[in-house]
């Protein structure tokens, strides 16, 4: 076991002793202590139990026979039997579903040297593959089998974290005093971020959701913005977990609690929020259920107040969102359209808006807000500066729907082709859709002009 890792324990069982201590002396000196604080109790002295087992998980038992694990077998992050040994670039061995959930996690070094890789590849190593299988083979044990999702790489100092008592015992601290509530905020939200095992627990507590949102239901965290940030991040991490999207959706105050944090709290918190329900729209009747709730103003009002830090959330949730075609009304409704442009002629996000207003473009009240809103400009002003291929061929999308409903805005595209050629450029280089849609645009034009002349 590294320092590292066994400062960690230390510090686990610490917390341990001290929440152990605190709920035994409240046993003993209250005649009438609640029943929920001995169960508190008990599910901290299992939790402490198991630490110390897991701290001691370098042998196996076969036959009432101890078989110590010899150090090399071990892979340095799990501290157990390597399943699956690799070697890294520095020459080290790990066991390959733990050192790929530490690169998954954006490590780029090596745990045990902390040299930063030249590469991540990862080599099997077959001489200790080799030698940990004729181990197996002598001492009886069975030989471990790799473990198939990387997601499910746990560690043995990580298991104390996973037993139903513990994530019971921190939900449980959320209905109780604030500096109770602040501690277990704080545990979620790092225990979600980085364990993935741990996000699933949640779909095994029907009342896990609730419980998590209590302090924001409650009224808690409106003066205290840590708390509510921590919670905040906390729903984020949890939607990443494909089951639990529908499990927060459909709770009937989360969404509601995430727009109201979307409107106040730290530039943090409200960018979170923005994320939280970019990651749950993924499934389709979410979209419905957080377009229905009113999350489109707050989140437009987001991208319009300008932050860098929230701008790219809010964007990318709102063109999440407005993949249900009811939702694009709601958009334009709230002014999506003018923030938009405004944005995109400041050359802010013009990539992740101008795929918002192309989507948008298949909505009627959209395009005739683009019309009267001097969008016709704007669009042609970027195909002509911008060097992105995909920004040309959106913003032409979008003009080909406007020529279509708006004849208007004919004479206004056929003044700047005159000056500057730049649909007959995209007709001629663009992308394949560029294309059509741009040689589109100059046909219906050059009728025009034909039918004029000829009358």
């Known amino acids: 076991m590294t320092k590292t890792d066994g400062g960690a324990m230390a510090a686990r069982a610490m917390e341990l002793k001290k929440e152990l201590w605190r709920l035994v002396k409240e046993i003993v000196d209250e005649d009438d202590y609640m029943v929920e604080t001995a169960d508190q109790a008990i599910t901290t002295l299992c939790s402490l139990k198991y630490l110390k087992q897991s701290n001691n998980t370098l042998s196996f038992k076969l036959d009432d026979h101890a078989f110590t694990v010899p150090q090399e077998f071990r892979c340095p992050i ?77 560690t043995a100092a990580e298991r104390v974290y996973l037993q139903p008592g513990y994530i019971n015992s921190l939900l449980d601290k959320l209905s109780q005093p604030l500096s109770d509530q602040k501690e277990a905020a704080k545990e979620l939200r790092k225990l979600t971020k980085k364990m993935p095992s741990f996000r699933a627990l949640f779909g095994e507590h029907p009342d896990a959701i609730p419980q998590l949102l209590h302090p924001l239901s409650s009224g808690s965290a409106d003066t205290h913005p840590d708390l509510q940030e921590d919670l905040i991040t906390t729903v984020l991490n949890l939607s990443i977990h494909d089951n639990n999207k529908r499990l927060v959706a459909e709770d009937p105050v989360a969404i509601p609690l995430i727009i109201e944090s979307l409107k106040s709290g730290t530039i943090q918190t409200r960018s979170n929020a923005a994320a939280a329900l970019f990651t749950l729209s993924a499934l389709d009747p979410n979209k419905l259920i957080i377009g229905k709730s009113g999350a489109l103003k707050p989140l437009i009002d987001l991208l319009d107040e300008g932050h860098p830090l929230a701008m790219k959330d809010a964007a990318t949730a709102i063109f999440n969102i407005c993949f249900a075609h009811e939702n694009k009304g709601r958009a334009v409704n709230e002014g999506a359209v003018n923030v938009i442009l405004k944005k995109i002629a400041d050359h802010v996000l013009v990539d992740e808006l ?76 663009g992308t394949l859709r560029a294309k059509r849609k741009a040689s589109g645009i100059l046909e219906r034009l050059n009728k025009a002009a034909s039918l004029t002349h000829t009358a």
Not at 102 to 111: A, D, L, S, Y
Not at 118 to 145: A, F, Y
Not at 393 to 409: G, P, S, Y
């Open 78 to 154: 799990s501290k157990e039997l390597m399943k699956d040994p690799v070697v890294l670039a520095t020459g080290q061995t790990y066991d390959r579903a733990f050192i790929q959930r530490w690169f998954n996690e954006g490590n780029r070094t090596c745990p045990q040297t902390q040299q930063v890789l030249s590469h991540l590849d990862l080599t099997p190593n077959q001489l200790v593959k080799e030698m940990i299988s004729q181990w197996c083979k002598e001492h009886g044990v069975e030989l471990p089998k790799p473990v198939d999702n990387i997601d499910e790489a746990v």
């Open 354 to 429: 101008l795929a918002i207003l192309a989507m948008l473009s298949s909505h009627q009240n959209a395009v005739d807000e683009m019309g009267e809103l001097g969008a016709v400009s704007c669009l042609l002003n970027v195909i002509r500066e911008s060097t992105c291929e995909h920004n040309k061929e959106n913003c032409v999308a979008i003009l080909f729907t406007i020529c279509m409903n708006d004849r208007t805005k004919w004479k206004e595209i056929r003044q700047e082709e005159n000056a500057n050629g730049t649909l007959s450029r995209l007709a001629q280089s």
